[in-house]
């Protein structure tokens, strides 16, 4: 009995390993703004943890009661791989012919396999893995902007401005100044710093840009000189 609490508890200690690195990840992907957020993420760690414990402990009674059955382990981990494919195509889209959400899906493939290897005892390569994973998420495109600042990088930018002067327009064009195509933007009117209700002119719209060039920050920083305009936000800079 000793025995078998000693292993629920270590069982119980790697689904908690899964439930932390997969939180983690899933955090980071929320304050990008990704759909698939800490939940999406914690589950897929934990559910894919889980599914090794049962193919790595889960077959022992049958196997303590007849030598001649066999069980493959690795059968449950294999199926993992390919069935974590339906979570991550949800979150994959195509919008103007540019695909989104490549990133947020290799997450949550990597979620999977770090989950998978909290399961099956191996603390080190999933603390590794999720290191690298913020690593490759936050390190490389700081340097992709250093090395080769050429390379264009898409941002999303949100936009507070008064309506009805024609700020849309100037904000248009100084994004062409800077070499900077906008890929598209959507516009909401909003209570203004008075909490008025939203009206014809004079009030506050929301707009976000979807934009790709260089890096934004200048861009940013001309935008908010523009008369009228209130504040320039980047809320996603990358996949």
Known sequence: MEVQLAVWG?????????LVLSTS?????????????????????VGSALFVIISKYGFIDMLT???????????????IVSGIGFIGAGVVFTQRSHV?????????????????????GLFVPALVCT??????????????????PSIGNDDMLRLRYRDGHGILRSILSVCAQHGVSVEGFSTRKSKNE????????????SADLEVRGRDS???IGDLS?????????????ND
């Open 131 to 148: 290191a690298l994973y913020f690593l490759a998420v936050t390190l490389l495109p700081f340097l992709t902007r250093i090395i080769a």
């Open 217 to 219: 920050k200048e861009l």
């Open 25 to 45: 990840i899933g955090l980071e992907r929320q304050a990008r703004h990704k759909d698939a957020g800490t939940r999406t993420h914690a589950l897929v760690g």
């Open 100 to 120: 989104r959400g490549l990133t947020t899906a290799a997450s949550i493939w990597m979620t999977a396999a770090i989950g998978s290897a909290c399961g099956a």
């Open 10 to 18: 270590w069982q119980a200690l790697y689904l908690l390993e899964a």
């Open 194 to 205: 008075d909490g008025e209700e939203p009206g014809s002119r004079g009030h506050v719209v």
């Open 65 to 79: 009661a007849s030598p001649n059955i066999r069980v493959d382990a690795s059968r449950v981990a294999a199926q």
């Open 225 to 237: 000189d523009i008369d009228g305009v209130i504040s320039v936000t980047r809320i996603n800079n």
